[in-house]
């Protein structure tokens, strides 16, 4: 017997019809020509065009739309107008290396590609190699590089202007497929994620638990993480359902113009990855970030002693957050619950510093090597899995997966963590990335943290390479502050009392700069190729 | 082409799931032998328990099990093992007429009866006419009346008692039916509104909304409203995602009680109608409730008056909702926006003390009586109607009610309403409960509320009658606060200037009460009888 309520699909239509409710609220887009500023009134009758233009172009029902661009109004109506016209948005990262975006345009087998004009010398020389693509839509963001004399070249402004009537939205299934992101690849071939209309709007509705970002009408949203990127960790649909105002980065992704755009317009929350965080927390004290209530830091491990920092200079510390490409993404961010009402300030941060207990709808489980529960008592690691309605399921394109999913359909992360009585989560290491020295696992995420607590060491990565003796051993490859010099003895005797003694390695690399993957992550491949090219082999 | 996300449905068993997580928090229950306190997961696991105990009963699949309780720990076990096992919670209103009773029994046909031993005097005398009711638990609360010796009757502790293994919670479509809730009958016979899981969860998420009642893990909930109405405004459910602790007052609804465990529990959140917060306001000074944070009116219109006592004496106003059975039911609460910043306290009142904007996924509409869209300019009445999917669609039962739907499948609220720019709901009155005098609408709640401004006034309810000259012209029905005198001329003296001279009425009944509805509405339809009892009759 079905209950007697309206049959209202969860799609980014809806998403579009809520944000006109806050028409007034603006986006600031930090364009090469200025800022420019809309209201959402605007945004969302740009999209309804922009919506009929994809129609004007041939773009077929649930093909995907390739975008390649900084984070920008332009990107907020592609997130409406293409999943509400029935598209699958098929978001792209510039970073990646020429091979890696080829395979991906070509696995997605996008349609469209709609590039930013600072993008262009980018993406233009691997056009012929996109197999599928008939045409490029450019968006002039200011940038002055030429424009090739191309007939599938079109300017995004001029396809607008050229649309008769504005479209009427898709009501599709809710399971239809809206946004498409493909994973970093650090652990393999990069795989597609293909999110959902239901999987989208259920995300952003978490966002806006008070428990979670609490993302409200009052806030002044600046998503630092790319919109290529898990779509900005849901940040844009979260703020049209709340009716908060946008300000976006655009290219000026230097921590100085970062700062001085999030004191400007009063920015209230703001996420990105650690790397933003230290780069920007040693100009803090040149502008005034009062208006910030929360900065989430996501993407890999936050080392406490960054926010430390940044509570000594703002009065409020960073946020962990975690997640994953497959799940949409957050999980899991940090909190303070009733059981933490007695800690002192230090502790509170270091418990934000981790994640906290899993959004609602989300379920963690932790299991051994043969997939047996572990408990959940804050101290026995296993593999991490996730399962809910915002989780991946399986991967779009050639590659699908499959040992990523149990046989009960959760995902498993590849990471390995504990969970303790209140359900916090603690991320111990990637699986393939602990160090096991003499029978015993070695976290490199608490080692690279407690290097880098160090006050002269700026970043610290940690692998572990053969050894003879306890079969493997780790390797530090340490950058130190600029204008600072560290060496083994000082950061040995700086880790005596912090770690177990026989997780102090033998060997450190004092270096310039530690290798990162398209994404900003310490890239422990490139690390261990250079180990190799040392003659120390990665086990 | 789907999506490739998990296949979770959005089920009750899965908010069973999430609680478990928040196991160590407590539910307290006020009982007639003093207060009960369970964890979290000693009710799950009697909630697991009952499931079992339903099939022990042989209930069967989406079978109408009806429940008569006061807010209980056991009233949750029965919102968690009723739905989770595939069954359906009626919720029932033991204030009704007994005629009423027994039609919404026999037209859910429930099979089963849950009844609190303090209300079995109330239904046990009605039970020999509910025609599909075949067993009937009796939930011990304390109370001493004498249990009938009859074979159809079984102790819930003792049923708990005699279970072998708890039940797996069913998988359901998350379209199945969940629960429930017969409206009022205040505009007709009561029809039933059958809430889907579906509906149930993210109606439940919704409530954590930072913009909405932003329930989190910290929060310490008491709903006043029943656990019968509506679902007691879906808080259980909100509080079971977020991890909150539940104070449940059980029997004791006095003033002095619900106070007193509002200050020793150190309540956070609050929620009834605002004959609860009249009741409670003149002994504010006697208790510490300075943990509250937010306190919410809900039912019909909140008085300022009544909310500006409640700020001087907490520092904190009343927020104000708005719902109906058939919406879940919240569709808007009291808020402040950003365009509100500038706002002084006085008017920061006012504006929670009327709904804001829609919560996210549900819509609204005002229409003029061809069901054209009027503006939203803050000014224009409308009938106002709402669609979403925690909106019903239609009534179970024997009245489908289909004039209360629109073509295309919106619900009619029957209220008449204006929305502002800023999308800002406001009610004007029920549609039957206009007075149109001389060819102009007059709101009888604006004018309600304009009385009760008056200072020795505790409750004023305006209701039309026919006029000779006007057509039809105001009567108010005013209730004194105990220990004062007030008469007609001190009413309209109160009244010239801050309403139109044409509104004021030239009848008074000054008198000790207001009928109500059995669920604390002003009875219009009671005051109408009345009326005509003395010769003046309703339009």
């Not at 994809?54 to 907020?76: I, K, M, T």
């Given at each position: 017997m079905r209950g007697l309520m309206q049959d209202r699909p969860l799609d980014v239509a809806a998403v579009m019809r809520r944000v006109e409710q806050f028409g007034h609220k603006k986006i600031v887009t930090a364009t090469a020509a200025g800022e420019v500023t809309a209201t959402w009134r605007e945004v969302v009758s740009r999209a309804r065009l922009?919506?009929?233009?994809?129609?004007?172009?041939?773009?077929?029902?649930?093909?995907?739309?390739?975008?390649?661009?900084?984070?920008?109004?332009?990107?907020?109506?592609?997130?409406?107008?293409?999943?509400?016209?029935?598209?699958?948005?098929?978001t792209l990262n510039h970073r990646l290396f020429a091979d890696e975006i080829t395979h991906i345009v070509n696995d997605a087998a996008d349609d469209v590609l709609f590039v930013d004009r600072s993008l262009l010398p980018r993406v233009w020389p691997l056009v012929d190699g996109f197999g599928s693509v008939r045409r490029i839509v450019v968006m002039d963001d200011g940038a002055t590089g030429e424009i090739p004399a191309d007939p599938r070249i079109v300017d995004y402004e001029e396809l607008l202007a050229g649309v008769g009537e504005p479209a009427r939205p898709v009501t599709p299934d809710e399971n239809e497929a809206a946004c498409l992101c493909y994973t970093s690849g650090t652990t393999g071939n990069p795989k597609g994620v293909l999110y959902s209309h239901r999987s989208i709007v259920l995300h952003a509705l978490l966002l806006l638990g008070a428990d979670a970002f609490a993302i409200s009408e009052r806030d002044v949203v600046m998503p630092i993480v790319p919109m290529f990127h898990v779509n900005a960790w849901g940040l844009p649909y979260a703020a049209m359902l709340a009716g908060s105002d946008l300000v976006l980065p655009g290219p000026a992704m230097s921590p100085e113009a970062l700062l001085e755009r999030m004191a400007r317009h009063r920015v209230t929350?703001?996420?990105?990855?650690?790397?933003?965080?230290?780069?920007?927390?040693?100009?803090?004290?040149?502008?005034?970030?009062?208006?910030?209530?929360?900065?989430?830091?996501?993407?890999?491990?936050?080392?406490?002693?960054?926010?430390?920092?940044?509570?000594?200079?703002?009065?409020?510390?960073?946020?962990?957050?975690?997640?994953?490409?497959?799940?949409?993404?957050?999980?899991?961010?940090?909190?303070?619950?009733?059981?933490?009402?007695?800690?002192?300030?230090?502790?509170?941060?270091?418990?934000?510093?981790?994640?906290?207990?899993?959004?609602?709808?989300?379920?963690?489980?932790?299991?051994?090597?043969?997939?047996?529960?572990?408990?959940?008592?804050?101290?026995?690691?296993?593999?991490?899995?996730?399962?809910?309605?915002?989780i991946a399921s399986g991967y779009f394109g050639g590659d699908p997966g499959t040992d990523k999913f149990t046989e009960d359909g959760w995902l498993r992360t590849g990471d390995v963590a504990t969970i303790d009585e209140y359900g916090y989560l603690r991320i111990v290491d990637r699986t393939k990335d602990l160090v096991k020295s003499g029978g015993e696992w070695i976290s490199s995420v608490a080692l690279e943290n407690e290097i880098m607590a160090h006050p002269d060491v700026a970043e610290a990565a940690v692998i572990g390479v053969v050894d003879d003796k306890w079969g493997e051993r780790p390797l530090a490859c340490v950058v130190p502050v600029a204008g600072r010099t560290v060496d083994d003895q000082g950061i040995r005797r700086h880790l005596e009392g912090r770690v177990a003694?026989?997780?102090?390695?033998?060997?450190?690399?004092?270096?310039?700069?530690?290798?990162?993957?398209?994404?900003?992550?310490?890239?422990?491949?490139?690390?261990?190729?250079?180990?190799?090219?040392?003659?120390?082999?990665?086990?």
């Open positions: 922009l919506a009929a233009a994809l129609g004007d172009l041939g773009v077929p029902h649930q093909a995907r739309v390739g975008a390649f661009g900084w984070n920008s109004q332009r990107y907020v109506e592609l997130y409406l107008a293409v999943p509400s016209s029935g598209r699958v948005l098929h929350f703001s996420a990105g990855v650690p790397a933003i965080w230290r780069g920007i927390q040693p100009l803090l004290g040149e502008a005034d970030v009062s208006s910030l209530r929360m900065v989430v830091s996501g993407g890999s491990a936050l080392p406490d002693a960054l926010s430390r920092a940044w509570q000594e200079a703002t009065g409020i510390p960073l946020t962990s957050s975690w997640g994953m490409t497959e799940t949409s993404p957050l999980v899991a961010c940090g909190r303070l619950s009733s059981v933490h009402d007695d800690l002192d300030p230090d502790a509170r941060r270091v418990k934000l510093g981790l994640p906290g207990p899993s959004l609602p709808l989300t379920e963690l489980r932790i299991v051994d090597d043969d997939g047996n529960p572990v408990a959940h008592d804050g101290e026995t690691p296993g593999e991490l899995q996730v399962s809910g309605p915002t003694s026989w997780w102090i390695p033998e060997r450190f690399w004092i270096t310039d700069e530690i290798p990162k993957t398209a994404t900003g992550k310490f890239s422990k491949v490139a690390l261990r190729k250079l180990a190799a090219a040392q003659g120390m082999s990665a086990p």
